[in-house]
Every structure is written in C-alpha cells, then in structure tokens.
C-alpha cells in the first residue's frame, strides 16, 4: 500500500512514520509512505498557501489550487482522498480495516482555519475526524489513521503485536480488550487472577471473554447494544 501524507508540515510526519509499526512496515517494503509539503504546490515564489477568507472572519483558508493540484499530482485512479477534519466521520476501527484493503490512500491535513470548500468538491472522496475537539493541524490526525490502517495490513505486526484480541476486534466480538498482567505475580499488595497463572488455556479465555465484557459495560456500553446505527454497536 501506498500513503501519501500532504501537509505544511512534512517533518513532523516524516518523523513518526520512521519509528515502530509502521516504520518497520515501510522498511520491509509493506508501505510506501511518501509526505509531500503543500508549499510546493503554490503559485508565487512565496510559497502561498492561504488567504484571507471571502466575507472577512478571523483565520486563513487553504487555497484550493494549491490542494487540488498537490492531491492530483500524487492520486492515482481510484484511491481514496481524505481530507483529515473535525466535519469528518468519526474514526473507527472499521474505517480502519477499511481502508486497509486500498492499494493507495491519500490524506491531507489542514491547518489554519481550514480548508476553502471547492477542494471538497473537487478532490475529496472522504472525511475523517478523530474525534470531537479541534487540533491545530490535520498532521495528528493522519498519522493515527495511518497507523491503525497500517495495523491491519497483512504481515505488518510481528508475532508480538497481537491485534486479534485487540478492543474492537473480531478476534474480542467488536469489545474493549481485557485486563492483562505480566511479572510479578506480586506487586504492591496486588496479585493477579489465579486462573492466568492456572495454565488452563479454555479457562484462561474464558476469563479474558469475562474480563472484556465486564470492561465494556463499564465503560463502553453503547458497544454492547443499543445504537444499531453506530458501526460497531452489536447488533
Ligand atoms: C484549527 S483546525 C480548523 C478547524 C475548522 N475551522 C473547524 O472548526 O472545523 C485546522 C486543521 O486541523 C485539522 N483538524 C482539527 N481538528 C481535527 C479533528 N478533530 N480531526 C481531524 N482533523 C482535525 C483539520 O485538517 C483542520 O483543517
């Protein structure tokens, strides 16, 4: 797979896509992931990328040539362009495992007060927020869509990275994942659960399917039931 990050600032993605899951995945070949900086694409020597919005207002717009002309220098036929942005869908983990199956993702990041809107329609396929607050930039945003795409893509995590009984999984019937505990048994007054120590596999998960349960109604009962509208709610 492809991802193409296109942002104002190239350094801050380029940084984080170096490191862990999916810096590994680009070394091994799995991802290319290539972060184009939106400067390049303006119209004077300035490097412009904004201005003052039409009607007045505080903040500056993305200028949509500058966007258009960037998202279509790397698009190719058919791959999604997401613009990053608090209007967005809320990301999900379905979204995720979603856009995992694309051979080419393209994501573009915000900043100032946003983007001029003729750049939605026409470039845009998609809208992603993380989630319902304002960040500064659409850098954040792409780079944890990134990692959880690229999470999902087969052959990316080792053995020790075990996204099966993740929260939200399958592998946890869409669920928060349980509690887990590792050395020592002991620690501060606290043990752990008998059974985890117990050696018996099926009672072990069992426990785990307890464990997540629990943990979801807790805290999460919207997963349980109820909003059969909300991708992911049990139906
Ligand atoms: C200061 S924000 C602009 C917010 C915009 N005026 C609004 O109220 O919807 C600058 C950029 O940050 C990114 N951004 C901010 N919050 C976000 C969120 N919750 N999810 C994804 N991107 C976000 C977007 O790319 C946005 O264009």
Same mark, same amino acid.
């Given at each position: 797979?492809?991802?193409?990050?296109? *942002?104002?600032f190239?350094?801050?993605?380029?940084?984080a896509?170096s *490191?862990?899951v999916?810096?590994r995945?680009?070394?091994?070949?799995?991802? =290319?992931a290539?972060?184009s900086?939106?400067?390049h694409?303006?119209?004077d020597? %300035?490097? *412009?990328v904004d201005?003052?919005?039409? /009607? /007045?207002? !505080?903040g500056?717009?993305l200028?949509?040539p500058?966007?258009?002309?960037a998202?279509?220098s790397v698009r190719?036929?058919g791959a999604?362009?997401?613009?990053l942005?608090p209007? /967005?869908?809320p990301?999900r983990?379905e979204?995720a495992e979603?856009?995992? /199956? %694309?051979d080419?993702l393209?994501l573009v990041?915000? &900043?100032?007060?946003g983007f001029?809107e003729r750049?939605?329609?026409?470039?845009?396929s998609?809208e992603?927020?993380l989630?319902?607050f304002?960040?500064?930039?659409g850098?954040? !945003?792409?780079?944890a869509?990134? @990692?959880?795409?690229?999470r999902?893509?087969?052959?990316t995590?080792?053995?020790?990275?075990?996204?099966?009984?993740?929260s939200?999984? %399958?592998g946890?019937a869409g #669920?928060?994942d349980?509690?887990?505990? *590792?050395r020592?048994p002991?620690?501060?007054? #606290?043990?752990v659960? =008998?059974?985890l120590?117990?050696? @018996? %596999?099926?009672a072990?998960?069992?426990?785990r399917?307890q464990?997540?349960l629990?943990r979801t109604k807790? &805290?999460?009962?919207?997963l349980? @039931?109820? @909003?059969?509208d &909300?991708?992911?709610?049990r139906?």
């Open positions: 797979m492809r991802i193409d990050i296109l *942002t104002l190239p350094e801050m993605c380029r940084v896509l *490191t862990g999916v810096g995945a680009i070394e091994v070949g799995l991802v =290319e290539v972060v900086d939106l400067r694409f303006s119209g020597r %300035h490097g *412009t201005d003052a919005p039409y /009607g /007045g207002g !505080a500056m717009i200028q949509a500058v966007v258009v002309q998202v279509e190719r036929p999604p362009v997401i613009l942005s209007a /967005g869908r990301f983990q979204i979603e856009l995992s /199956g %694309h080419q393209v990041c915000g &900043r100032y007060k001029d750049i939605r329609e026409l470039v845009v998609d992603i927020s989630g319902d304002v960040l500064s930039g850098e954040l !945003a792409a780079l869509v990134t @990692d959880a795409v690229v999902r893509i087969p052959g995590l080792g053995s020790m990275d075990s996204a099966d009984s993740d939200f999984s %399958h946890r #669920l928060l349980a509690a887990w505990y *590792t020592p002991e620690y501060r007054g #606290l043990g659960p =008998e059974v120590l117990s050696g @018996d %596999h099926a072990i998960e069992r426990w399917e464990s997540s629990a807790a &805290r999460r009962p919207d349980l @039931d109820g @909003d059969k &909300r991708p992911g709610g139906r």
